[in-house]
């Protein structure tokens, strides 16, 4: 059974950036496809970006594309979001997910989740 972590969450102003990491243990990392997925108060989880075992494949929302990069590194089993040009409507908190298909796009085909982690752009 894998295990996530997220980490790097923050308060940053708009058009700043941040970088988040998640830290798998307990699986085989380069077997999962990977994901982003963030939840705003008061609203439904949400798709923000999937990347495939390889890392040969990457896909995004339209809301961050060009904006936000997923990478991940299978020799340290993590993966990681690069979060540019924040904008206040990032707000939410971002969970880290691995799954079996990519794209990893929807939240009810995401076996495996972190505990989230909180990100908080000013305006």
């Known amino acids: 059974q894998v295990q996530l972590v997220e980490s790097g969450g923050g308060l940053v102003q708009a058009g700043g950036s941040l970088r988040l990491s998640c830290a798998a243990t307990g699986g085989i990392f380069s077997s999962f496809v990977m994901g982003w997925f963030r939840q705003a108060p008061g609203k439904e989880r949400e798709f923000v970006a999937t990347?495939?075992?390889?890392?040969?494949?990457?896909s995004y929302a339209d809301s961050v594309k060009g904006r936000f990069t997923i990478s991940r590194d299978n020799a340290k089993n993590t993966v990681l979001l690069q979060m540019n040009s924040l904008k206040p409507e990032d707000t939410a908190v971002y969970y880290c997910?691995?799954?079996?298909?990519?794209?990893?796009?929807?939240?009810?085909?995401?076996?495996?989740w972190g505990q989230g982690t909180q990100v908080t752009v000013s305006s």
């Open positions: 990347i495939s075992r390889s890392g040969g494949m990457t």
């Open positions: 997910a691995a799954g079996p298909s990519f794209p990893l796009r929807r939240t009810n085909y995401v076996p495996h």
